[in-house]
């Protein structure tokens, strides 16, 4: 089943009176999870920000030690710089990398 932006969106501004505001696309591989992602960006203009390639950029000249201590923080600096309540997260596998040693 394709997905549905207008269903993404409701979910979304439902969101907003929920405490943590979050809500999760998941599809499998290649069910165009992006492809929406990118489709909502340009119609809704939400920022879009692809986790992997930023925060990678940010980490690659720290020590081990240093990226798992500054990765909770850069990666809330790059939501904030977004600015905007809404912000949609792409390529997110970095977060869940057991030698970061995050709590996501």
Excluded: W
């Amino acid at each position: 089943m394709p997905f549905d932006s207008e269903k993404i969106t409701q979910a979304i501004q439902q969101a907003t009176g929920l405490y943590h505001r979050l809500v999760l696309l998941i599809g499998a591989v290649g069910a165009g999870k992006t492809h929406i992602l990118q489709e909502m960006n340009r119609e809704f203009d939400y920022p879009l920000l692809s986790v992997n390639l930023e925060l990678s950029r940010m980490l690659l000249d720290l020590t081990s030690r240093q990226r798992r201590l500054q990765t909770p923080r850069l990666f809330e600096d790059l939501c904030a710089k977004m600015n905007p309540n809404t912000v949609l997260l792409d390529n997110t596998e970095m977060l869940f990398d057991r030698t970061l040693e995050q709590d996501a």
